[in-house]
């Protein structure tokens, strides 16, 4: 048969599992994949379609190639395949393509998984085409207009509403699966140091124990090995992905964090509150960067998220902990983990794939979830936050009765204890001069005396030779002689020292070993070691922790090498903790292996380490005081969260009453002079009207709930660039009624017919 007459309509193509012979002098027998063992279609080239290809998709058959292919794969497969793929992220094109041979019953080859892959991807770029199209109508084409508009509780802004301490709580971390187009960042790979305001000389408890934040020629030379080492994401607390940025040829380096709020302030502006797991550091980072000005400005506030508290000192834990932070409510500010424990299930399907399809399996991965995730359980998370609060607001009474028992009459001083915490662990963490003076000069001394015995010995050796023996030997006498000499020097530089030190301190009577002063100093040098060996064993069991957890969450078998690597120098530690732990006046009970595994308490670790002074004896150290401590800052931030959940949900009916109002809106407009994107559009209504139907559903549940104190009732939008109302169209629904009743599956299956319809001539119509 000739090829013409198929490409000018006059013969028909078989397509059929088995192949059909009509074109088998240009081209191997075109094929098609259903469910069914067998599947045929006549395939009509008619008037209009210039190719083979456009007839294909116009009997609802996705070509793999442009001009002759040999195989076409249903859109009903491949939208099997990518809502799958998305809800089972393990999912890849290889088993996929198996499965489809087995219910075939005939044998897997490779070349069919790259058939079906070219056919997916023009599958999804006609998706995405129609897409654009819509958003170009809708007059939402421009790059930055999904971040401005991500999330409903976060950018939807109402008039007259309650002014709060933070318009827009975001989270931020880095993720060894995802990446991004590299060029925003750039900008900040250049020293950081350039261009900083005078005034910034901040430091953090935490700034030295974090290496994230490292230079760029130190961090290269780990990871450049790697072309994509992952990508570094930015949420709302409600869930909505914000930024994505890929991670090349380096690991979390802080050129990530400073371009990702730079993208933050110039979509959401100021009062913005950033959860990072390395917050403290970062707040300084920020600070010496050319951005920290602005951000300065615009009140941009580095915090840490609680997940990530025992990690930090607690008095790191005191100035940025999201518990003693106001404003804040509940907000944990850790929705990276939680994305990300979903996430993670991506690198099993992408490790081998192309920078294409890595991509692009992590594109549609993230506007899933905020589709099919996020947005369809919002309401859900606004009233379970809701109900949380309320939940510790009904233990008030009690603790009002625990304050009586204790005999305190008034909450402000449990800020205090916060404040009076801070101030003993700053003196903490700075040594008194004149303690640090005197094992300074207690050092000294030992030093003085070692390099006098060390000068007498040496003097003796050289005194004990005989002129004969001068004679005989003269190389040992040079070498005798020698060590005489640098004896001397080294005995008078110590003793220079000793003597600038003790008029620095007013001492008239040098110290001897039977001194009380001396005596003193041993055991402040003695506790200094044990304080640093401490220390040391802490952040070790905090790394182990971390990594089991780590393990548990990312379902990658790596990572459980790091806590046996680590078991040795956990040991190496505890046993350097063990000896300096006896050593002090009265010694300290040894910790055993055991003691260490089931170490838990990590928040409280440095309350216990005894220093300077018992910290068991103050009030705000006492487990019964910090218990009612805790839940203080619990009930008020509960309270702040009624408060801030009273802004959200309104601005949540607000968006569903203007969003579908400007959507059915458009449709109307659209179906005059464009039928097939109006039908899109159509399909687009229809679905955020059933995830509408839920919210509402759900909220009108809660505004029934005792002790619900805000309104569902939808107010007026000051976002003029967004959605807004119009008067002549309005969607009622009965809130009372059950979401999606009355509605049947024949309604579904024609509205899935009418999208495949409406998507093939939209590309029939570009072809043509």
């Known amino acids: ?95 996929f393509v198996k499965a489809l041979c087995d219910l075939h019953g005939t044998p897997f080859r490779p070349y069919l998984r790259k058939q079906f ?20 109508v809708l007059k939402r084409d421009d790059p930055g207009w999904r971040l401005r508009h991500a999330c409903p509780c976060c950018t939807h802004k109402l008039v007259d509403e309650p002014e709060l301490v933070f318009d827009m709580l975001v989270t931020m971390d880095g993720n060894d699966s995802l990446k991004r187009e590299r060029d925003i960042v750039l900008q900040w790979v250049k020293d950081q140091g350039n261009n900083v305001p005078s005034e910034v000389n901040e430091t953090t408890p935490c700034e030295d124990r974090w290496t994230n934040m490292a230079n760029e020629a130190s961090k290269m030379r780990t990871k450049g090995i790697y072309d994509e080492t992952g990508g570094f994401l930015s949420f709302c607390c409600h869930g909505f992905v914000l930024v994505i940025i890929d991670m090349v040829v380096s690991g979390e380096l802080s050129k990530y964090p400073l371009a990702t709020v730079k993208a933050l302030l110039d979509a959401f502006g100021p009062k913005i509150g950033g959860g990072y797991d390395i917050g403290c550091k970062f707040r300084i980072t920020l600070a010496r960067s050319p951005l920290g000005r602005r951000a300065q400005e615009r009140r941009y506030r580095a915090l840490v998220g609680s997940f990530h508290r025992h990690a930090h000192n607690r008095l790191c834990q005191l100035l940025f902990l999201a518990t003693y932070i106001e404003g804040l409510g509940l907000e944990d500010l850790e929705g990276g983990e939680r994305f990300f424990s979903k996430s993670n299930a991506l690198a099993s399907s992408i490790r081998h794939a192309s920078v ?26 606004l009233v379970n936050n809701y109900k949380q609060a309320l939940g510790i607001l009904k233990s008030e009474p009690a603790f009002v009765k625990q304050m009586q028992d204790q005999g305190i009459a008034d909450t402000s001083v449990f800020r205090g204890w916060l404040a009076e915490e801070k101030t003993y662990l700053e003196h903490l963490s700075r040594e008194p001069l004149d303690e640090s003076l005197a094992m300074e000069y207690w050092q000294k001394l030992v030093n ?34 020698t060590e005489r000499r640098h004896a001397q020097e080294v005995e008078a530089k110590d003793l220079l020292i000793v003597q600038s030190l003790e008029v620095k301190m007013g001492i ?40 089991l957890t780590k393990m ?78 805790d839940q203080h800052f619990k009930l008020k931030r509960a309270r702040e969260e009624i ?71 939808p ?45 093939l001539c939209l590309v029939v119509e570009g072809l043509n």
Not at 121 to 135: C, G, K, T
Not at 369 to 374: C, F, G, K, R, V
């Open 448 to 481: 003085l005396g070692a390099s006098e015995r060390r000068l007498a010995a040496a003097v003796n050796a050289w005194e004990v030779l005989t002129p004969l023996s001068i004679t005989t030997t003269r190389d040992l006498t040079q070498s005798r002689e």
């Open 508 to 547: 008239l009577q040098r110290w001897g070993p039977d001194d009380v002063e001396w005596k003193q100093a041993v055991v402040m040098v003695g506790r200094r070691r044990y304080q640093r060996c401490l220390d040391a064993l802490e952040g070790l069991i905090i790394a182990r922790m971390f990594e």
């Open 117 to 136: 892959s070219n056919c997916f991807d023009v599958y999804l770029s006609i998706r995405n085409h129609v897409n654009r199209r819509v958003e170009i």
């Open 356 to 381: 294409f399809h890595r991509k692009q399996k992590i594109i549609e991965f993230a506007k899933h979830m905020d589709q099919n995730e996020t947005y369809q359980n919002l309401s859900e998370f």
């Open 1 to 95: 048969m000739d090829i013409d007459l198929v490409l000018d309509g006059t013969n028909p193509v078989d397509l059929s599992h088995e192949g059909d012979a009509a074109l088998a002098n240009n081209n191997p027998a075109p094929s098609s994949h259903e469910y069914q063992d067998k599947y045929v279609v006549k395939v009509l080239d008619t008037f209009g379609d210039v190719s083979i290809s456009a007839a294909f998709v116009r009997e609802g058959l996705i070509p793999c190639a442009p001009h002759f292919p040999t195989i076409g794969v249903t859109i009903r497969v491949l939208k099997l395949y990518r809502n799958t793929s998305l809800r089972c992220p393990h999912l890849s094109i290889h088993s």
């Open 643 to 713: 408060l801030r959940l009273n802004v959200e949900i309104p601005q949540l009916t607000t968006y569903i009453r203007d969003e579908e109002a400007f959507l059915l809106q458009q449709e109307d407009l659209l179906s005059q002079t464009n039928p097939p994107l109006s039908g899109q559009l159509r399909l687009r209504c229809l679905k955020l009207i059933r995830s509408n139907d839920l919210h509402i559903h759900r909220l009108n549940r809660l505004a029934s709930m005792p002790g619900f104190c805000g309104s569902i009732n």
């Open 552 to 629: 548990n969450m990312s379902q990658t078998g790596h990572i459980g090498n790091a806590p046996k690597a680590r078991s040795h120098a956990i040991h190496t530690a505890l046993l350097n903790y063990n000896v300096t732990a006896q050593a002090l006046v009265p010694p300290r009970p040894p910790l055993s292996w055991d003691d260490i595994i089931e170490y838990a308490f990590l928040a409280d670790f440095d309350l216990l380490s005894d220093t300077r002074s018992d910290v068991h004896l103050k009030v705000w150290a006492k487990p019964a005081s910090r218990i009612l401590m």
């Open 715 to 759: 107010g007026t939008s000051v976002n003029a660039a967004g959605p807004h109302p119009t008067d002549n169209h309005t969607h009622d629904r009965d809130v009372d009624q059950e979401p999606f009743a009355g509605e049947e599956e024949e309604e579904e299956e024609e509205e899935q017919a009418a999208e495949v319809a409406d998507a």
